[in-house]
């Protein structure tokens, strides 16, 4: 099966309804009409992000394949869902009948970690995923992904609300972080490395060298280590905090917690550039830059 690879915000927008919830039976059917064997999946809701048509009741949506008459019809690409599984699913509209929205790229399993956190299982390994930016589409490398659940569901609820945040209203944003945050500051990402771990799954050690320093203190690099990152065979989405990337310079709010300083949620990172005077600005939502000392974080 080849997928054009789609980015979060685009599947957002072109699905017709993305829902959280169980899967309460399935049934194996041939259609005649497209002369294939399909399964209809039941779904019971838990929390709908975005539908045309809102209800507590179970919802139906259909998969190809199926072991119908005893025998499997099946294939690459093809997502299994099995009844009692729970997850995230992104639904298209095909002849008045949803399916998964590129099949297994809406497909975004639960699974709990060895702690017990619950995590989404994304799998596009079997697909052959095609980059639409290549002026010659040749089939790209995918991994396994993982998101956290909470996380996941925060920002489709954020993404899904269309809230464009004017410069005011972010500032108040920023100026709430810096009231709540241990350390503020401007600083360059001088290392985010990721390795595997059994409990956490993965986890990226980042060294931030600071530029300026603008509320607590710091030593010439701070070093923490977050939940989050690439592995060799998959990678971990932690979508409730920001990515760091090699250097990247950034704003960064950061907090107290068990086993030292962490990130304060997704937006406490925000893009920076500095300017010849050695100044910095601050990337605003909607492509404004504004001078750190002009957002006045500090409320005074």
């Known amino acids: 099966m ?12 072109k699905s017709e309804a993305i829902v959280y919830g169980k899967v309460l039976g399935t049934q194996v059917f041939y259609n005649d009409n497209l002369g294939m064997v399909q399964t209809r999946i039941q779904l019971q809701p838990v929390e709908t992000f975005k539908s045309r048509t809102p209800s507590a009741g179970p919802i139906e949506f259909v998969i190809p394949g199926g072991v119908y008459n005893g025998e499997a019809w099946d294939g690459p690409g093809i997502p ?55 002026p010659n589409p040749t089939p790209t490398e995918v991994k396994s992904a993982y998101y956290d659940l909470e996380g996941f569901k925060a920002y489709l609820r954020k993404e899904i609300e269309s809230h464009v945040s004017t410069v ?27 390795r595997s771990d059994r409990e956490r799954l993965a986890v990226t050690r980042v060294e ?55 990130p304060m949620g997704p937006d406490s ?12 600005e601050v990337f605003m939502e909607g492509g404004e ?8 974080l500090s409320g005074r």
């Open 80 to 134: 299994k869902i099995q009844t009692g599984m729970s997850g995230v699913f992104f639904l298209d509209d095909f002849r008045d009948v949803f399916w998964p929205f590129g099949l297994p790229m809406g497909v975004f399993e639960e699974k709990a970690g060895l702690q017990g956190q619950a995590r989404l299982f994304n799998d596009l390994r079997d697909a052959c995923v095609m980059d639409p930016q290549n």
């Open 2 to 13: 080849t997928l054009i690879r789609t980015d979060m915000p685009s599947m957002i927008d």
């Open 168 to 194: 005011l209203e972010q500032r108040g944003e920023l100026q709430d972080l810096y009231a709540k945050a241990t350390l503020v500051m401007v600083g360059r990402v001088v290392r985010a490395e990721s």
């Open 208 to 262: 931030i060298v600071p530029h300026q320093i603008l509320k607590g203190s710091a030593g010439d690099t701070v070093v923490m280590e977050v939940d989050g990152g690439e592995a060799k065979d998959y990678k971990y989405v932690v979508m409730s905090q920001p990515q760091f990337v090699q250097n990247e310079d950034a704003l960064i709010f950061l907090k107290d917690a068990p086993g030292g300083l962490q």
């Open 269 to 280: 990172k925000v893009a920076v550039r500095k300017l010849a005077d050695g100044r910095f």
């Open 289 to 296: 830059f504004v001078s750190i000392d002009k957002l006045n």
